[in-house]
Antibody, heavy 121, light 108 residues
Framework: QVQLVESGGGVVQPGGSLRLSCAAS????????MHWVRQAPGKGLEWVAF????????NYAESVKGRFTISRDNSKNTLYLQMNSLRAEDTAVYYC??????????????WGQGTLVTVSS | EIVLTQSPATLSLSPGERATLSCRAS??????LAWYQQKPGQAPRLLIY???NRATGIPARFSGSGSGTDFTLTISSLEPEDFAVYYC??????????FGGGTKVEIK
């Protein structure tokens, strides 16, 4: 069964930085695009970023462009999200999610359990 | 950005009843629409992709229809485990994926 396990969340001050990780297992990680999706407390879902299977193509939501960087290490089966210049409105549960097929589809068939990021002074 | 509007915001129904959820796009997304179910404290789960295709392991009581700007998720007969929040998501614009605001299906 596909497993995605996020880590790295916590409390950070406005303007600070945090790096999230997502450890993947039980599928061929290097064959699939991956995403980060977030959910503010009590709110809906917001797509954050995408990285192609080989790391050579990345897309970002306008709300995080220039502040967040998605990356991956296929040798470690791990996805990352480097978050800089954090704002209160970045407070959310951050999910990593797997693209549905090896041909990039930009929808999500498996999700991790999420990691909470709280931006507060 | 493609805006997805879901209605109603809340649907109050009894087990065994039929649920009809709507998702309307601000511009055509062809058939590039997915539906997800989310229960409290859990991650979302993919139900339907490309408007009408059930994901692996999804019961046949869930069905999706529509194309262009108007889409429907139907649950033919609600089971107790179906009470949850449902989101639609478009993948027509790859550089700006968007979700609808969600429909909560609650027990009447």
């Amino acid at each position: 069964q596909v497993q995605l396990v996020e880590s790295g969340g916590g409390v950070v001050q406005p303007g600070g930085s945090l790096r999230l990780s997502c450890a993947a297992s039980e599928f061929i990680f290097s064959n699939y695009g991956m995403h980060w999706v977030r959910q503010a407390p009590g709110k809906g879902l917001e797509w954050v970023a995408f990285i192609r299977y080989d790391g050579n193509n990345k897309n970002y939501a306008e709300s995080v462009k220039g502040r967040f960087t998605i990356s991956r290490d296929n040798s470690k089966n791990t996805l990352y999200l480097q978050m800089n210049s954090l704002r209160a409105e970045d407070t959310a549960v951050y999910y990593c999610a797997k693209d549905r097929t090896t041909v990039t589809t930009m929808d999500f068939d498996y999700w991790g359990q999420g990691t909470l990021v709280t931006v507060s002074s | 950005e493609i805006v997805l509007t879901q209605s109603p915001a809340t649907l109050s129904l009894s087990p065994g009843e039929r649920a009809t959820l709507s998702c309307r796009a601000s511009q055509s997304v062809s058939s590039y629409l997915a539906w997800y179910q989310q229960k409290p404290g859990q991650a979302p789960r993919l139900l339907i992709y490309d408007a009408s295709n059930r994901a692996t392991g999804i019961p046949a009581r869930f069905s999706g229809s529509g194309s262009g700007t108007d889409f429907t998720l139907t649950i033919s007969s609600l089971e107790p485990e179906d009470f949850a929040v449902y989101y639609c998501q478009q993948r027509s614009n790859w550089v700006a994926l968007t979700f609808g605001g969600g429909t909560k299906v609650e027990i009447k």
